[in-house]
């Protein structure tokens, strides 16, 4: 619920770009879903539902394989300082927004040098 879902189905799409080398939208959405089932129970006045991180490991093996134990753990780390954040960003989107910000500050610097 204090997670920004959006910006972690960004990072879930890149994510699994990178594991299976094609975009796999069933696979991303199913994902995704399995993070904004809490919120939906919630909205609709059901019993609260926790997310597992076994749960969803135990779900992405089939598509996954040996990937699913790496993907579900830097996915439960990212959601678990995401929550930490105001505006449920993890820390790590927003140090690396911040890098990306300085690296064009100096190619700007450079260009303007010359």
Known sequence: KKVNLDIMKTWIAKEIVSILGFEDDVLIDMIYNMLALDEDVIANGMHRVDI???????????????????F????????????????????????????EIERQKVKQDDVGDR
Do not use: C, Y
Not at 72 to 98: C, H, V, Y
């Open 52 to 70: 597992d991180p076994k749960h969803i490991q135990v779900t992405l093996t089939p598509f996954l394989e040996k990937n699913a134990a790496s």
């Open 72 to 99: 579900t753990e830097k996915l439960w780390n990212l959601l678990l300082s995401a929550q930490n954040d105001p505006m449920g960003i993890p820390a790590e989107f927003i140090q690396q927004r911040m890098e």
